[in-house]
């Protein structure tokens, strides 16, 4: 028997969930319009552009951190009716009011009953958040919102969410600072849109910090160097959870690597060492041809003794001058 699949989360967050669909449904309608559509890509942060409306995945991304952690391929779909104002669908290839009036009827009832194959609808869902996105049969969902039906037959995958407990947004110290998601005290990410992101997240019950107020944290101006540097800020490359994720591990272990680094002098740069009877020949010898030439009543000479004196005063502080920095223990090529 095929069932209905009910919101199993609480009020509120059913509520922000539908709203956040609800917003989908309405950015798509940007899609295609003089200014419509350069908005949409500005706030998709997609410098390149698009042509249309984006893809519901694609839009949950930029406000879900570790959206796709818990992923688990390979689940197996099955068959069942869903409301479609929890889904996120995708307005690529017209509207709802584009349907010619004859082909409402039987389109409503082919959505409400024709399961298909996977190719024709198949809804992911994330049962912890009471949210879908739509895989296939994504223009069907503002279509059946459209005409207020309350079902869709469609196939669906269950996706895997962190829990609440597991997740700490952390609120910036001033405005230039970007707002941060972290997962199990280690994986960072960059909400970059904090806003929409924090009702959803403060709805499913994560709470919010700041860096001071979590122990055991490495340095946050190192962290945000570190997220500059790795450009989460911006949209990554992929998809992959990994390329928008700073793991405060790397973290720890470069500033214990920059902790231990000590300061060395020529004679102290162990298992080398310093090969004094060439150093103090030369420094001598220049000492010697210097007070030589120095004393000799000719100018060009003198300037030449006085050059040569000072090279050997060089050489003497360039002992106490010259530091190397490096680990405790140095590791030498074979």
Same mark, same amino acid.
């Given at each position: ?27 798509? @309608? ?5 200014? +419509? ?69 039987? @389109? ?30 994504? /223009? ?6 459209? /005409? ?47 806003? !929409? ?66 300061? @060395? +002098? ?21 000492? !010697? ?46």
């Amino acid at each position: 028997l095929v069932r209905t699949l009910q919101s199993e989360v609480s009020t509120q967050l059913e509520l922000t969930a539908a709203a956040l669909c609800d917003l989908k449904v309405s950015l798509d @309608r940007y899609a295609r319009e003089r200014m +419509g559509q350069p908005f949409l890509d500005d706030w998709m942060d997609n410098p390149g552009g698009n042509t249309c409306a984006y893809h519901g995945h694609t839009f949950l991304k930029l406000v879900l951190p570790f959206m796709d952690w818990e992923d688990e391929p390979g689940r197996k779909a099955f068959q069942a009716f869903v409301d479609p104002k929890h889904v996120l669908g995708a307005s690529i290839k017209g509207l709802p009011e584009h349907v010619p009036d004859d082909q409402v009827e039987e @389109r409503i009832a082919g959505y409400r009953s024709h399961f298909g194959s996977l190719d024709h609808a198949c809804y992911i869902r994330y049962r912890a958040l009471g949210l879908y996105w739509a895989h296939e049969g994504k /223009h069907r969902v503002a279509f059946m919102r459209a /005409h207020e039906q309350t079902t869709i037959a469609t196939w669906v995958r269950e996706a895997n969410y962190p829990e609440p407990e597991r997740i700490v947004v952390i609120a910036p110290r001033d405005e230039r600072d970007e707002w941060l998601a972290m997962l199990d005290g280690q994986y960072l990410q960059v909400l970059r849109r904090p806003r !929409v992101s924090l009702r959803l997240l403060t709805d499913y019950g994560v709470r919010t910090s700041r860096w001071s107020e979590i122990p055991n944290l490495p340095n946050e101006q190192a962290v945000r160097e570190a997220i500059y540097a790795r450009r989460l800020h911006r949209q990554p490359r992929t998809l992959a959870e990994r390329d928008r994720t700073l793991d405060l591990e790397d973290i720890r272990k470069q500033q214990k690597s920059a902790s231990s680094l000590v300061d @060395r +002098g020529l004679h102290e740069l162990a298992p080398l060492r310093l090969i004094w009877r060439h150093y103090l020949y030369t420094a001598a010898g220049c000492i !010697v041809a210097g007070l030589i030439l120095a004393s000799i009543p000719f100018d060009g000479l003198k300037s030449v003794g006085w050059m040569l004196l000072g090279t050997a005063f060089g050489l003497a502080l360039a002992l106490s001058l010259i530091r190397f920095r490096g680990p405790q223990q140095v590791e030498l090529d074979p």
